[in-house]
Structure formats: C-alpha cells, structure tokens
C-alpha cells in the first residue's frame, strides 16, 4: 500500500494503517531516535520513544496534508527527530553537570551532527555541484570568482547554485531534517 492511501485511511483512524506504517517505518524511525539519543541510551528507553512518535502520529493523524504531501518519511522523520531531542534535553536538565559545560557540549554534538547530516546530503549531489556549493559557501569566494576557477559562464553558476541548493533541502527534509532559525 502506498503512503498516499495509508494516510487517507490513517485519517479515518483505521488501526490497520497504523499498523502498515510502523512496520514500514520503524526501523527508519529508530535510527534517527537512536542517532540522537545514542550518548544517553542508559538513561532513556528508546523504544518508549519511538513508540511516542508513532503515538503522536495517531493523534495527530486528522491533521495530515494528503492533499499536498504523499510520502510519510518527512513528516515521521520530523517528529523523529524533534520528539528525540526534546527527550534528549529533558536528560540532559536532569543530569547533575555544571550548566555552562553542559552548553558547551551540547552545542558540540548538535554541530556534529548537523555537519554529518549535510555530508551525507551533500553527498548525494553532483561532485561539479559540490564543488560549487563549498567554494561559495564553506571558503567565501565571490561567484565571479568562482566562474573564472571553473571556466563557467557567470549565469550558469548562479543557476547551478541556486539548483543545487534547492536540491539539498528537498534532501534535507526528506531525510527528516527540517532547519528552524
């Protein structure tokens, strides 16, 4: 059965459904709680949590868009990952360490993990494009300059970047991670 029917029958509250999707999406789900919440695995009962989104899912399940979105993988991924954090912080405020060494690490991991997060996204892009999109964003060099390094026409870089970085989110958030100022 594809996403686009369980959602639908998910909406009408069939157990059936929700069934289908946590026999689909478990494991994908369990990754990302367990790449959150691996450094805390004494202090948190992972399945508890994974069975939490799947929960909120169903709770939720009136809510859903199936008219704009047709694939679950986002959008459990989203609760995935926020559900696991949120249950990473409450550990983390209980933990009995200094605050400000506790910010310190916690910013550590957190850029740890979003810089694996866009390696592996990055990864799934052309090299040309990735050679593109650090240049311009990881060393600072003006796109001029960058069309002169490469041999390509000033327009064709603008394009290619401005393509390449809507082909990252697209990755991003189908990976489950969705960036929040």
Same mark, same amino acid.
């Given at each position: 059965?594809?996403?686009?029917?369980?959602?639908? *029958?998910?909406?009408?509250?069939?157990? &059936?459904?929700?069934?289908?999707?946590?026999?689909? %999406?478990?494991?994908?789900?369990?990754?990302?709680?367990?790449?959150? *919440?691996?450094?805390?695995?004494?202090?948190?009962?992972? /399945?508890?949590?994974?069975?939490?989104?799947?929960?909120?899912?169903?709770?939720?399940?009136?809510?859903?868009?199936? /008219?704009?979105?047709?694939? *679950?993988?986002?959008?459990?991924?989203?609760?995935?990952?926020?559900?696991?954090?949120?249950?990473?912080?409450?550990?983390?405020?209980?933990?009995?360490?200094?605050?400000?060494?506790?910010?310190?690490?916690?910013?550590?991991?957190?850029?740890?993990?979003?810089?694996?997060?866009? /390696?592996?996204?990055?990864? $799934?892009?052309?090299?040309?494009? $990735?050679?593109?999109?650090?240049? %311009?964003?990881?060393?600072?060099?003006?796109?001029?300059?960058?069309?002169?390094?490469?041999?390509?026409?000033?327009?064709?870089? &603008?394009?290619? *970047?401005?393509?390449?970085?809507?082909?990252? &989110?697209?990755?991003?958030?189908?990976?489950?991670?969705?960036?929040?100022?």
């Amino acid at each position: 059965m594809d996403d686009s029917k369980t959602m639908e *029958l998910l909406r009408k509250r069939e157990q &059936k459904a929700l069934e289908e999707i946590i026999k689909k %999406y478990n494991p994908y789900v369990s990754i990302i709680v367990y790449k959150i *919440l691996c450094g805390y695995s004494a202090e948190i009962d992972m /399945q508890g949590v994974v069975n939490e989104i799947f929960f909120r899912m169903w709770e939720n399940a009136d809510k859903l868009d199936i /008219q704009n979105y047709t694939d *679950l993988k986002p959008y459990l991924g989203a609760i995935a990952r926020n559900t696991a954090i949120n249950e990473k912080n409450r550990i983390v405020q209980n933990l009995p360490l200094d605050e400000h060494i506790l910010g310190e690490m916690n910013d550590s991991f957190s850029q740890i993990e979003k810089s694996q997060i866009l /390696q592996s996204a990055m990864a $799934q892009l052309s090299k040309k494009n $990735q050679i593109l999109l650090l240049k %311009y964003y990881f060393q600072g060099k003006k796109i001029k300059e960058i069309a002169e390094e490469e041999n390509m026409p000033l327009s064709t870089v &603008k394009i290619n *970047l401005k393509r390449s970085r809507s082909k990252l &989110k697209k990755i991003l958030e189908e990976e489950g991670f969705i960036y929040e100022d």
